[in-house]
């Protein structure tokens, strides 16, 4: 007896279930297997003054300890973009994210010819709240 076609083909299995990882996903995974990730993270006044950082950290880019100057010359390159945003907008935290973005991963690619997802980390602290940490010690 003769049965029906069953159709077959390449199935994507990523832990949670079959077959639903999106072409995104999948381009996500090849950046971040190329060319890995950069965190920034910065840490804002509500008056916009920075507070803390830029602070970076990277995964699968740079050994951090054998790249310090590389490092500290992106840290320069988002605080000037930290400041050239803040002062443009206070609030505007979205164009602030791209504008570290795009400063630091203008500056690696120059460097390094590498382009590694960047993560921009905005927190934004209350300088009353910051001044009185500072004080209780």
Do not use: C
């Amino acid at each position: 007896k003769e049965l029906p076609a069953v159709p077959a083909g390449k199935v994507f299995v990523d832990g949670l279930g079959v077959g639903d990882v999106g072409s995104i996903v999948l381009r996500d995974r090849k950046h971040l297997g190329e060319d890995g990730l950069m965190v920034v993270s910065v840490t804002l006044s509500n008056k916009g003054k920075i507070l803390a950082g830029p602070d970076i950290l990277s995964r699968g880019f740079v050994y951090v300890k054998d790249s310090e100057e590389l490092i500290a010359n992106t840290k320069a390159v988002v605080e000037k973009a930290v400041l050239s945003g803040i002062s443009e907008n206070k609030r505007d935290w979205q164009n602030l994210k791209t504008k570290i973005r795009d400063a630091a991963g203008d500056y690696l690619y120059t460097v390094t010819q590498r382009s590694p997802m960047i993560l921009p980390i905005i927190n934004e602290l209350s300088e009353k709240d910051f001044d009185s940490e500072d004080n209780d010690e």
